[in-house]
C-alpha cells in the first residue's frame, strides 16, 4: 500500500481538529453571505403595480394580467411570479420602479410538493379611461406618478383629475362620454393615450 502523500496527510488532520469544510443544511439552517440574491419576493405595498418587473423578467416567471373578478365586479391587475420557473437573476429587483416593490429575501429552500405552491401574487386596482372605458395603469401607479412629478403633473389633465378625486375634490368618474363625441368638456377627464390624443385632433382639427 503506498503512503498518503503528505499534503493529504496535513488536510485530514486539520479536518479532524476544524470539523468538516461543507455546512450541516438542510438539517441546519444554512447561513447566506450579506449580499446573497436570494429568493426575489413583492412587498405588495411597496409595489404599485406597474408591471416593469413581468416586462424584465428573461424566464417568463412574472404574468401581469388584468382579469375581471366577479366578486368585484371590475377588472384587476394580478401580479404573480411562479418560482417554479425563476431563475434568480434578481432582475426584477434591480429594475423595480419604486426600488421597494421587491425584495431579495436570504431564503432559498423554495422546494414544494404541489406547483400552485410555487405561486405568489397579490392584485392592484386599475383606473380606466373615461373615454372608451379601459384599463389604464394600476390606481397605485398612477398616485406614484404623480408623487415623482410633482407640480409637472400639472401638465396631464388625467394626472390632475386623479389627483383631485384622491383629494375629493372631483368625483372619481366625472363622466363617460363615447369617444367619437371627445369634445371640451372632456379635457378635465382621466383619459388613457388614445383618447387624449383623439381628444386633442378633436378639438384641434375637428376630426380624430
Ligand atoms: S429573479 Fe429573474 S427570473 Fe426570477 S422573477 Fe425576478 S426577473 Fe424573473
Ligand atoms: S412596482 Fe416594482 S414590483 Fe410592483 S409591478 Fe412595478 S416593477 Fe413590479
Redesign the pocket.
Known amino acids: 500500500m503506498r503512503k498518503p502523500k503528505l499534503r493529504e496527510l496535513k488536510e485530514a488532520v486539520t479536518a479532524l481538529v476544524k470539523g468538516p469544510y461543507t455546512s450541516k443544511f438542510p438539517k441546519e439552517p444554512a447561513t447566506v453571505p450579506e449580499h446573497f440574491r436570494g429568493t426575489p419576493t413583492?412587498v405588495p405595498d411597496?409595489?404599485?403595480?406597474?408591471?416593469?418587473?413581468?416586462q424584465v423578467c428573461p424566464a417568463g416567471a412574472?404574468t401581469?394580467i388584468d382579469e375581471y373578478r366577479e366578486e368585484k365586479g371590475t377588472l384587476v391587475r394580478r401580479?404573480e411570479r411562479n418560482w417554479a420557473q425563476c431563475i434568480f437573476c434578481s432582475q426584477?429587483y434591480e429594475?423595480?420602479?419604486?426600488g421597494k416593490?421587491?425584495k431579495l429575501d436570504p431564503d432559498f429552500e423554495k422546494s414544494c410538493i404541489d406547483k400552485a405552491d410555487a405561486i405568489d401574487t397579490h392584485d392592484k386596482e386599475l383606473v380606466f379611461c373615461e373615454g372608451c372605458g379601459g384599463a389604464i395603469t394600476a390606481v397605485d401607479?398612477f398616485r406614484w406618478i404623480n408623487d415623482q412629478l410633482g407640480e409637472l403633473a400639472f401638465a396631464n389633465p388625467s394626472l390632475v383629475v386623479a389627483k383631485y378625486a384622491e383629494m375629493n375634490l372631483v368625483g372619481a368618474d366625472t363622466g363617460n362620454n363615447p369617444r367619437k363625441n371627445l369634445e371640451r368638456d372632456n379635457f378635465m377627464k382621466i383619459l388613457c393615450p388614445n383618447c387624449r390624443s383623439a381628444y386633442i385632433l378633436s378639438d384641434e382639427y375637428g376630426t380624430s
Open positions: 413583492y411597496d409595489c404599485v403595480g406597474c408591471g416593469a418587473c413581468g412574472i401581469i401580479i426584477c429594475y423595480c420602479i419604486t416593490g421587491i401607479h
